[in-house]
């Protein structure tokens, strides 16, 4: 039966179905906009192929292995990963250890992978910040103690793949899925925050909440570090010129709603001592100087903060 378009039922069933569809087409057109602004993202990560930039499930990265556990770098881009990794690797290798990358942890295809693992040593120890062709994506790099023991994994990803405040909704790529879930390693997560970091309370909120995600997907029985970057900008010092803790742990409770919640000790006797069920460490890697040709001189901070972090990763590895 055709319809009538003078009835007055008939209109509004064809107004909801123009709605719905204006509906559709709008979240279409969103969904369409996220997806050219990941691509425009990932599109600067070194490394990565056409089609993985294309298609960030189809990364590919292989723990090759199965028993040494994984600290996990969880940081937005700019949060200071690899600079952590590079001040680590300066003061254990000056301790005796060796820090040496996994070739195997990218495919062979990916040159610029294979180029920073050769040229790791190098950049860890140069007397300028990485820019440019010498910035770090990906890294897996083993830490392996004087005596010769394999110690712990410690994995880098781009930041882009855990939050990029210009597409806070963007899901989590399949190989960062694959680490929380299908690697059988024994996990610490390092999550990475910062005083003030974003530039707004409402950066801050949206990786706050990109924190809470990552949460939810991880194991019960992964461990758990929250590190202050960039303490050396900090307003809380003892003075003794050490970071005050308990402010700054405060500091970081109020910019990032809920974070620590998932991690409230429930216990009626530990908990008057030990009020939450993960570590707390502040970081600073040191101090950049940027020059006339666009790089930056870095001065490495003293060992009192690497060698606070290394204690805690190896309380929890």
């Not at 070194?46 to 292995?65: A, F, R």
């Not at 693992?117 to 440019?132: I, M, N, Q």
């Not at 989590?172 to 390693?185: D, G, L, V």
């Not at 997907?217 to 003892?238: E, G």
Request: hydrophobic residues 35%; aromatic residues 12%; glycine residues 6%.
């Amino acid at each position: 039966m055709p319809f009538n378009f003078n009835d007055p039922g008939n209109t509004v069933e064809i107004q909801q179905e123009q709605q719905t569809q204006q509906y559709q087409n709008a979240d279409n057109q969103v969904g369409q906009t996220s997806t050219d602004a990941a691509q425009a993202a990932d599109s600067k990560i070194k490394g990565l192929s056409d089609t993985e930039i294309k298609n960030p499930d189809t990364i590919i990265v292989t723990v090759s292995d199965p028993k040494t556990p994984i600290v996990v770098l969880f940081g937005a881009k700019t949060s200071g990963k690899t600079m952590t990794l590079i001040r680590l690797t300066k003061y254990l290798e000056g301790m005796g250890y060796n820090v040496v990358p996994d070739p195997i942890f990218r495919p062979d295809t990916d040159m610029y992978y294979q180029r920073m693992c050769k040229e790791f040593g190098t950049l860890a120890h140069s007397d300028y910040a990485p820019v440019g062709n010498d910035v770090m994506s990906f890294m897996l790099v083993k830490v392996i103690s004087p005596s010769g023991r394999t110690l712990c994994q410690i994995l880098e990803a781009p930041g882009e793949h855990y939050f990029d405040s210009d597409i806070p909704d963007r899901l989590f790529p399949a190989y960062i899925e694959n680490i929380s879930h299908a690697i059988k390693n024994r996990k610490t997560w390092m999550f990475i925050v910062e005083e003030n970091w974003g530039g707004s309370q409402t950066v801050r909120d949206l990786y706050a909440k990109k924190i809470q995600d990552m949460q939810r997907r991880i194991k019960p029985m992964d461990r758990i570090i929250f590190t202050c970057h960039k303490v050396d900008k900090s307003n809380h010092f003892r003075p003794d010129g050490r970071p005050n803790i308990s402010a700054i742990f405060q500091n970081i409770k109020n910019q990032y709603p809920h974070i620590f919640d998932r991690y409230v000790n429930r216990n009626p006797i530990t908990r008057w001592f030990s009020p939450y069920n993960f570590d707390f460490v502040t970081f600073s890697a040191g101090t950049f100087n940027p020059t006339g040709d666009g790089r930056q001189v870095y001065t490495p901070g003293e060992d009192f903060y690497p060698e606070q972090l290394w204690r805690v990763i190896k309380k929890n590895i």
